[in-house]
């Protein structure tokens, strides 16, 4: 073979190595939402203990208050500092702005209430959902699971369906309630 071909050849295998490397892993391109990096899990015995600004909005990893919130519909504000310990458990926070009619707040408590645990993966792993008003979303519907996040302008069953068996128990903690 010749020097130049060699190269050529080289130049070529380097090439996909570095795309197969730097490639998104599968696991995660082929889940619904936005991957953020871990902010690590420490916990902290007070609701108000100082700590750096979470990296993502909404919040889906870093350090929390020590106990999660019950699960199901609140009316008042759960802040991430206490519904991140629910996302360390492998559960869904679903916040909303608000301001957000009331008409699409039933019909967002009625779509996270008819999540259920038919599909053969989910059946044994319990309901882990949350639902919360929060001020501070960036769009007017967020979901938060560990480590990941997606924003929808209005209810969408489907999608909201499909973030829940994606990342449903994919935590450091899925075992726990």
């Keep these: 073979m010749s020097k130049k071909l060699l190269i050529i050849l080289a130049v070529i295998v380097l090439a996909f190595g570095g795309l197969l490397f730097f490639a ?4 995660q391109s082929a889940k619904i939402g936005v991957w953020h990096p871990s902010e690590g899990a420490q916990h902290f015995s007070s609701l108000t203990a100082p700590h750096a600004p979470y990296q993502s909005n909404p919040p889906t990893s870093g350090p929390h208050y020590v106990e999660p919130a ?31 009619p009331k008409d699409e707040i039933a019909k967002l408590e009625q779509v996270a209430a008819n999540l259920t645990y038919n599909d053969k993966q989910q059946s044994s792993k319990g309901f882990k959902v949350l639902v919360t008003p929060r001020a501070a979303n960036t769009a007017p519907i967020q979901l ?16 909201i369906q499909q973030f829940y068996r994606d990342h449903l128990n994919q935590s450091p903690e899925p075992n726990a309630m």
């Design 24 to 27: 998104p892993k599968k696991n």
């Design 70 to 100: 019950p699960w199901g519909v609140s009316p008042t504000v759960v802040p991430p500092e206490q519904y991140i310990h629910n996302l360390e458990h492998g559960g869904i926070v679903i916040t909303y702005q608000p301001t957000l």
């Design 144 to 159: 938060a699971s560990w480590q990941w996040s997606l924003d929808l302008q209005t209810v969408d069953a489907a999608k």
